[in-house]
């Protein structure tokens, strides 16, 4: 329920309530875009500070969290022009950033070693019924998108307070690693990090401009936010297939679910008109983008299993860094060329993260415990 709160309602809410808000406060795409890439950079602000700390003080992470979702959401949801939508957006973003390493040592310590696998793909795959959950609220309540966002800040927060009572207490240093990983543990991540800034780059126009791009295309409104909502149900479909992807290599994985998400990404900006296009294409990549996500975090801890929080707060520093970056590149793309180049080239970046998968194995190098780089 955090993840859902802090990615699938604040953070990724942005672009379902993107159009709402450009017709009331007068955001233009551009302008939006600068807007989703400095929240991007927050969010890799509260996922660096997740990189130093999870593994130590994954609690006081945990209130930050919901502190960031709770002022964020509510500077939305009063927001009166351009610019105090925008401190407040950028704000929120740092609420997922601090919760996903978090929750990954909450599952390292309070779930035993050969159910972690399963437990995290469960906590990660929470994206998925967040957005169904923030495209069904969108149906109900707008065009007042100012109580979508009270909803959001709502629904973070109290998530936030569940996963501290059910959390068990434990001395910070057990079992903890050193904060700072080694030389070698950067090394192994390699493939892993250029893959992540792939995906980041080409997964930002389908989450920030997907939905505008199908009111353009002249798709009813209730259509649009349907198709947001098979988005949130792909990502949700990531726990039925956890068991099949887990018995797969992390990199084969990888490579799967992000060839799903670049294709999509390009069948929606090829056919926006279609309404059965934009329902099935926003499934799939929603199902390519979470299990993709998953595979990263199963990717990292194969490396080294006791690193896992520090390797996805890495990761996900990298691939909202990318989302950063490919925001405001689409936001200008769209504005000159239109969204048919943006997708595509969204969709070749999404494409080159899925090779890396495949790619040949390089010799093999060791992480700081041993194990080997994949």
């Keep these: ?8 309602l604040v953070r990724f809410g942005f672009g379902l309530l993107l159009p709402e808000m450009q017709a009331e406060l007068g955001l233009d795409d551009a302008t939006a875009g600068v807007v989703s890439a400095g929240a991007s950079l927050v969010y890799c602000g509260g996922a660096a500070a997740g990189f130093v700390l999870a593994s130590r003080h994954a609690r006081s992470l945990v209130v930050a969290a919901a502190a960031a979702a709770g002022l964020g959401g509510a500077g939305m949801a009063i927001a009166t022009d351009v610019a105090m939508l925008a401190i407040a957006a950028i704000v929120s973003s740092a609420a997922a950033g601090l919760a996903s390493p978090a929750l990954v040592d909450a599952v390292r310590r309070n779930v035993p070693r050969d159910g972690r696998s399963w437990a995290q793909t469960i906590v990660n795959a929470g994206t998925g019924p967040g957005i169904v959950a923030a495209g069904a609220l ?5 065009p007042d998108w100012r109580l979508a966002w009270w909803v959001a800040a709502g629904v973070t927060v109290a998530s936030a307070i569940a996963v501290l009572a059910a959390d068990r207490r434990r ?21 892993l990090i250029a893959g992540a800034a792939l995906l980041g780059i080409g997964s930002a126009a389908m989450w920030n401009y997907a939905r505008v791009l199908l009111v353009d295309a002249g798709l009813e409104p209730s259509v649009t936010v349907a198709a947001w909502i098979a988005l949130g149900a792909g990502g949700a479909a990531t726990i ?20 799903v ?6 069948a929606i900006a090829l056919a926006p008109g279609s309404q059965g296009v934009a329902l099935a294409a926003s499934a799939a990549f929603g199902w390519g983008y979470v299990a993709g996500s998953g595979a990263l975090i199963a990717w990292t801890g194969e490396l080294e299993p006791e690193r896992a929080p520090t390797g996805t707060a890495l990761l996900f520093i990298v691939l909202v860094l990318g989302q950063a970056i490919g925001a ?6 769209i504005g000159v060329l239109g969204h048919l180049p943006a997708f595509a080239l969204a969709a070749a970046a999404t494409l080159g993260a899925s090779l890396l998968g495949v790619a040949r194995r390089p010799a093999p190098a060791h992480s700081g415990s041993g194990g080997p780089a994949r």
């Design 261 to 266: 998400a670049a294709a999509a990404t390009l």
């Design 240 to 259: 039925a297939t956890a068991g099949w992807l887990s018995r797969r290599a992390p990199r084969t994985a990888w490579s799967l679910t992000t060839a």
């Design 171 to 191: 001395p910070a240093a057990e079992g903890a690693p050193s904060a700072v990983p080694s030389r070698e543990w950067f090394a192994g991540h390699r493939r």
């Design 1 to 8: 329920m955090l993840i859902a709160g802090s990615y699938g």
């Design 138 to 142: 969108a149906l109900v309540v707008l």
């Design 328 to 333: 405001a590149l689409a936001g200008a793309l």
